[in-house]
């Protein structure tokens, strides 16, 4: 099970949103092939009064061995732009994990053409 660790700017993480994103982040935890070291969670809240912008933006630092990705998605509500930023990166880790696989198959064939 990989550390999580939620980190707020300019605001206060309640106990409900925290069990949020960790539930939410559990979920970047099934693909196998995949060693999530540390997941890394940033909140920030836009406290300007600007009518139109989304207002608060989340942040996903995933840690894995020889590879850092980092997903950032701003959204009007936590609770959406967390889901949305969580299925983001599970997209993310899957287009890894493809080059990895690629990687390896070729590796494989170049090996049989020899």
Do not use: C
Request: hydrophobic share 35%; charged share 35%.
């Amino acid at each position: 099970m990989a550390n999580i660790i939620v980190q707020a700017k300019s605001l206060k993480v309640t106990r409900a949103l925290r069990e949020f994103i960790q539930r939410q982040s559990h979920k970047l935890e099934k693909l196998k092939d995949l060693k999530v070291s540390k997941i890394t969670v940033y909140l920030e809240q836009d406290t300007k009064r600007s009518t139109g912008n989304k207002k608060v933006s989340v942040k996903y630092s995933i840690e894995l061995p020889g590879k850092d990705l980092w997903i950032e998605i701003d959204g009007y509500d936590f609770y959406d732009a967390i889901v949305d930023a969580t299925n983001a990166a599970l997209r993310k880790m899957r287009q890894t994990k493809e080059k990895k696989t690629n990687h390896r198959r070729l590796g494989k064939n170049q090996i049989d053409l020899i």
